[in-house]
C-alpha cells in the first residue's frame, strides 16, 4: 500500500519561508513523476511543482515559477518544496502526489497517489 506522509506546513508572515516534505513508502517509484498540488479556500486544486524521476526535469507553475524549488531524495522515496518570499497568495493546503505523468505545467496528468495535505498559512 502506497503511503505519502507530508510535513513542514505552517503559519508564517508575508516574506517568510517554508519547506514542504514528502515521504513515499510502499513501493519504488521507478517511472513518471512526482510532485506538489494546492487547494486554496474555495478554489479548485491545482498544480504547483514536479520533479521526474528520470532525469530530475523540474516544471513549476507560473505562479510559482523563481520563487519555489522542488527538489528529491537521493534514495528517489521523497521530495521537497522549498518556499521563499512567502505570499498570502500561496495560502492553501499543500498535497504531494506521485505516479503522474507531465509535459509540461499546462499539462499535468492525473496522479496514481495522493498525501492527506499540509496546510500553509501565509498572513499579510
Known amino acids: 500500500q502506497v503511503q505519502l506522509v507530508e510535513s513542514g506546513g505552517g503559519l508564517v508572515q508575508a516574506g517568510g519561508s517554508l519547506r514542504l516534505s514528502c515521504a513515499a513508502s510502499g513501493r519504488t517509484f521507478n517511472s513518471y513523476s512526482m510532485g506538489w498540488f494546492r487547494q486554496a479556500p474555495g478554489k479548485e486544486r491545482e498544480f504547483v511543482a514536479a520533479?521526474?524521476?528520470?532525469?530530475?526535469?523540474?516544471y513549476y507553475a507560473d505562479s510559482v515559477k523563481g520563487r519555489f524549488t522542488i527538489s528529491r531524495g537521493n534514495a528517489k522515496n521523497a521530495v521537497y518544496l522549498q518556499m521563499p518570499n512567502l505570499k498570502p497568495e500561496d495560502t492553501a493546503v499543500y498535497y504531494c502526489?506521485?505516479?503522474?505523468?507531465?509535459?509540461?505545467?499546462?499539462?499535468?496528468?492525473?496522479?496514481?497517489?495522493w498525501g492527506k495535505g499540509t496546510l500553509v498559512t501565509v498572513s499579510s
Open positions: 520533479i521526474r524521476w528520470s532525469g530530475g526535469s523540474t
Open positions: 502526489a506521485v505516479d503522474f505523468g507531465i509535459t509540461n505545467a499546462q499539462d499535468v496528468g492525473q496522479p496514481g497517489y
